[in-house]
Nanobody, 125 residues
């Protein structure tokens, strides 16, 4: 059974940093994209960042570009999201996602096959 487990969320003041991690088990995703999405209260889930199978291609939402960095370790079957200069608008539940195939557009959530349970990130002003 495939599982994605996120960790690293929490409460932080504006301007602070957090590092989210996602550990996958049940199969390897070393050949496929992985990504992070988030959902704020009362809003739809939105794309945050994605990374290609070998880390060569990375994608970011405009709202996080320059502040967040996505990375992966295929040997450990993990993906991470370093979040710096956090803003209250970054508050939400952050979900890790993994694809079961190569994607032409890894920014679309409907293309991902596996999802974690989410981790809460709260940024206070």
């Amino acid at each position: 059974q495939v599982q994605l487990v996120e960790s690293g969320g929490g409460l932080v003041q504006a301007g602070g940093s957090l590092r989210l991690s996602c550990a996958a088990s049940g199969r390897t995703f070393s050949s496929y994209p992985m990504g992070w999405f988030r959902q704020a209260p009362g809003k739809e889930r939105e794309f945050v960042a994605a990374i290609g199978w070998n880390g060569g291609n990375v994608y970011y939402a405009n709202s996080v570009k320059g502040r967040f960095t996505i990375s992966r370790d295929n040997a450990k079957n993990t993906v991470s999201l370093q979040m710096n200069s956090l803003k209250p608008d970054d508050t939400g539940i952050y979900y890790c996602a993994a694809a079961g195939m190569r994607l032409s557009n890894p920014t679309l959530d409907r293309r991902y096959d596996y999802w974690g349970q989410g981790t809460q990130v709260t940024v206070s002003s």
